[in-house]
T-cell receptor
Framework: AQTVTQSQPEMSVQEAETVTLSCTYD???????LFWYKQPPSRQMILVIR??????QNATENRFSVNFQKAAKSFSLKISDSQLGDTAMYFC???????????FGKGTSLLVTP | GAVVSQHPSWVICKSGTSVKIECRSL??????MFWYRQFPKQSLMLMAT?????????EQGVEKDKFLINHASLTLSTLTVTSAHPEDSSFYIC?????????????FGEGSRLTVL
């Protein structure tokens, strides 16, 4: 079975601080892609960052970066200089080369406070 | 980025009626579209994969007679909730993986909130 686990249902961080959201996954395949999606109150799903499993270098997108540990099957998201607009649900997801749709974790609700 | 449009964004219906939700790919042709369902404060659960020109592939536990999917063209997939009941109330989201991206990234529609009275 292919599963995604997000162990932090809710998190809170002050504006300008850094926060890390955790994600672990399980798959027997070696080739896959990992994603973090953001779902703000509007409920529109927005891609935050992606990582190819065959790349050792951690992906970075402006204030967002990941810590990808393939052996540990861990894919955490770090948000630096948190902003009020970062308040949202964050979903970790992955898809294998043999799969066809994303497998999502249960999500982490992030609240950024002034 | 790719644009995926869903309509309606919010629908309220009486129990026993059928509701159709449309998902359109505006920027590219999509042979495959995905339908997800999301309960409040929960994750997205894949319901089915819509295939242009063939039958949809349903996930285990999803009633194919309840949730009819028709991939009418390369830019349009529809989800019809038949004989809707209050337990069908949910947020339905369609998504598309553009051809050629190769990495499985999905672009999502705005979602459709269904409330069955």
């Amino acid at each position: 079975a292919q599963t995604v686990t997000q162990s932090q249902p809710e998190m809170s961080v002050q504006e300008a601080e850094t926060v890390t959201l955790s994600c672990t996954y399980d798959t027997s395949e070696s080739n896959y892609y990992l994603f973090w999606y953001k779902q703000p109150p509007s409920r529109q799903m927005i891609l935050v960052i992606r990582q190819e499993a065959y790349k050792q270098q951690n992906a970075t997108e402006n204030r967002f970066s990941v810590n990808f540990q393939k052996a540990a099957k861990s894919f955490s998201l770090k948000i630096s200089d948190s902003q009020l607009g970062d308040t949202a649900m964050y979903f970790c997801a992955f898809v294998t080369n043999s799969g066809y749709a994303l497998n999502f974790g249960k999500g982490t609700s992030l609240l950024v406070t002034p | 980025g790719a644009v995926v449009s869903q309509h309606p964004s919010w629908v309220i219906c009486k129990s026993g009626t059928s509701v159709k939700i449309e998902c359109r790919s505006l920027d590219f042709q999509a042979t495959t579209m995905f339908w997800y369902r999301q309960f409040p404060k929960q994750s997205l659960m894949l319901m089915a994969t819509s295939n242009e020109g063939s039958k949809a592939t349903y996930e285990q536990g999803v009633e194919k007679d309840k949730f009819l999917i028709n991939h009418a063209s390369l830019t349009l997939s529809t989800l019809t909730v038949t004989s809707a009941h209050p337990e069908d109330s949910s947020f339905y989201i369609c998504s598309v993986s553009p051809p050629g991206t190769g990495d499985g990234e999905l672009f999502f529609g705005e979602g459709s909130r269904l409330t069955v009275l």
